[in-house]
């Protein structure tokens, strides 16, 4: 059973920081590139960021190329979020997802909620 568990959210200013994380279990992590979704107030659920397995390509949305930075960690299983620079536009409840051009499961995790607001 795939179990995805974000964590890392939380309430910063415009500017500020916020890094990620993601626990993945229920499938051979090191086999999957991982992603980055963000679902928006009224808005549809977008990819942020993927990476490959082995970390051999990544990929981010323009909205956030330069400010955010995904990285793996296969020996724990995790995927993080690095996002710098926050801007008020960046709210939204942050997803990760197994997959690397699409979501490779069908089940998603709680999500983490991010608020940029001054």
């Known amino acids: 059973q795939v179990q995805l568990v974000e964590s890392g959210g939380g309430l910063v200013q415009p500017g500020e920081s916020l890094t990620l994380s993601c626990a993945a279990s229920?499938?051979?992590?090191?086999?999957?590139?991982m992603s980055w979704y963000r679902r928006a107030p009224r808005k549809e659920r977008e990819l942020v960021a993927a990476?490959?397995?082995?970390?051999?390509?990544?990929k981010y949305a323009d909205s956030v190329k330069g400010r955010f930075i995904i990285s793996r960690d296969d020996d724990k299983n995790t995927v993080h979020l690095q996002m710098n620079s926050l801007k008020p536009e960046d709210k939204a409840v942050y997803f990760c997802?197994?997959?690397?051009?699409?979501?490779?499961?069908?089940?998603w995790g709680q999500g983490t909620q991010v608020t940029v607001s001054s």
């Open positions: 997802s197994p997959g690397y051009s699409r979501p490779a499961f069908p089940s």
């Open positions: 229920g499938f051979i992590f090191g086999n999957f590139g």
């Open positions: 990476i490959g397995s082995a970390s051999y390509n990544i």
